[in-house]
C-alpha cells in the first residue's frame, strides 16, 4: 500500500511546483529608467508604479530638476542592497516583462513610491503603494516637493520618449492622434497635501475623476490624484458627470 501512496504524492507535488518557479526571474539587473530594469536581456517594467521618464523634468523652490534621471539614480541605489527576485505577471504593449521585484530589504516599487520618486500605477498597484504615496505626499518626499506632471500625462505630450524597444512595433500600428494643445491657463486642483482631483474606478470598471465641489467628491477614495483635468484625462479618466 505505501508504494501507490508515495507515486501520488508525488504526481501531486511537481504540477503544483512548476508553475510557480516558472513565473520568477532572479540574477543581476541594470537600471534602464525609473520604473524598468534589464536583468540579462530581458526588459523588466515594474508592476504598479509609473516613475517620470529619464528626461521628464519637474519644479522644485521654483527651479526645474531632472526628476527622471533622479528616480533611476534610486532604482540603482536599490538594486545594490542584494540579489533581486522577480514575479511576472505578463508583459506590456511594448514587450516588456510586467512585475513585482524584492531584493533583502526592499519592494523595489514599493520603495519608489515610498521616496516620493514613482506614483501607484494601475489596478495591479498593492493598497500599501498607495498608503506609501499619501506619507510621501504628506512629507514633501521627491516629486511632492514641489509641481510635477503626472507620467503618463507627460509620455502623452511628448510620444517621441516612449521605449525604444518597441519603436518598431508601434510605427507598425495606426498613426497615434496628436495630444490635444491645453489651455494656457488651465486650472489647477490642489490643497495642503497635494494634487486633489481624485481618480477611482467606478463599480461598473470605469475610470472617473472628481473634482472638488462636486456630488461624491468628498466619499470618494482616491486610487489617483492628480493636478489638473488633462493629467486626468491623459491617464484615462473621464470626469464625474456630477
Known amino acids: 500500500m505505501r508504494k501507490p501512496l508515495i507515486v501520488l504524492a508525488v504526481a501531486l507535488a511537481v504540477p503544483a511546483s512548476a508553475p510557480a518557479a516558472a513565473n520568477v526571474l532572479a540574477g543581476p539587473a541594470e537600471v534602464v529608467d525609473g520604473d524598468t530594469i534589464d ?34 539614480a534610486a532604482l540603482h541605489e536599490i538594486l545594490s542592497a542584494g540579489p533581486l527576485e522577480c514575479t511576472a505577471q505578463g508583459v506590456d504593449l511594448y514587450g516588456r516583462t510586467l512585475a513585482t521585484c524584492h531584493n533583502g ?18 489596478e495591479d498597484a498593492p493598497p500599501e ?12 518626499f521627491g516629486i511632492w516637493a514641489g509641481e510635477f506632471e503626472e507620467p503618463a500625462a507627460w509620455r502623452a505630450a511628448n510620444p517621441r520618449s516612449e521605449p525604444q524597444l518597441a519603436r518598431a512595433e508601434v510605427d507598425e500600428r495606426p498613426a497615434r492622434a496628436a495630444p490635444r494643445e491645453r489651455p494656457a491657463r488651465e486650472r489647477r486642483y490642489t490643497n ?26 468628498d466619499g470618494t ?14 491617464a484615462g479618466f473621464r470626469r464625474s458627470k456630477e
Open 221 to 234: 477614495r482616491p486610487e489617483r490624484l492628480f493636478c489638473t483635468e488633462s493629467e486626468a484625462m491623459a
Open 129 to 140: 503603494y498607495a498608503e506609501a504615496r499619501d506619507l510621501a505626499r504628506q512629507l514633501g
Open 39 to 72: 536583468m540579462t536581456g530581458t526588459r523588466i517594467r515594474l508592476l504598479g508604479i509609473d516613475a517620470p521618464e529619464s528626461a521628464q523634468q519637474c519644479r522644485r523652490d521654483g527651479q526645474a530638476w531632472d526628476c527622471g534621471r533622479e528616480a533611476a
Open 192 to 217: 495642503a497635501f497635494g494634487c486633489a482631483i481624485k481618480g477611482n474606478h467606478s463599480r461598473y470598471g470605469d475610470f472617473i475623476y472628481h473634482l472638488p465641489g462636486q456630488r461624491y467628491y
Open 105 to 122: 530589504l526592499f519592494d523595489l516599487g514599493h520603495e519608489l513610491v515610498r521616496r516620493g520618486l514613482a506614483v501607484p500605477f494601475g
